[in-house]
């Protein structure tokens, strides 16, 4: 079973970038039918679904609350899934991880979907 180790968060302050990675542990091809897709979540609230990228086919999704601040890519060279951050604010603040799964498409959101997951990367963002 693949492992994920998420990369790439810190502190920092209102108005800056952070760029996030998702490594696998091993080599995730495209005809695996598995999606990667980033989460979040911050104190007392639910895991929220920020963006996915399906190895199949190469497409991406968004969660519509991102709104273009968020730009997820594959590195190819690296193998990792990357979530670029811009214009951080304060509500930004939380635990990002990445987790693979097989959600069909209308369930691209779901946790439950998702089977692994990787240990999370704390984002804090400062006013």
């Known amino acids: 079973q693949v492992e994920l180790t998420e990369s790439g968060g810190g502190f920092v302050q209102a108005g800056a970038s952070l760029r996030l990675s998702c490594a696998a542990s091993s080599h995730i091809s495209s005809g695996s039918g598995l999606t990667t897709g980033w989460f979040r979540q911050s104190p007392g609230n639910d895991r929220e679904f920020l963006a996915a990228y399906r190895w199949m086919g190469g497409r991406i999704y968004y969660s519509d609350f991102i709104k273009g601040r968020f730009i997820l890519s594959r590195d190819r060279s690296k193998n990792t899934i990357d979530l670029q951050m811009n214009s951080l604010n304060t509500q930004d603040t939380a635990i990002y991880y990445c987790?693979?799964?097989?959600?069909?498409?209308?369930?691209?959101?779901?946790?439950?979907?998702?089977?692994?997951w990787g240990q999370g990367t704390q984002v804090s963002v400062s006013s």
């Open positions: 987790a693979t799964g097989r959600p069909i498409l209308s369930a691209l959101s779901l946790v439950s979907m998702y089977t692994t």
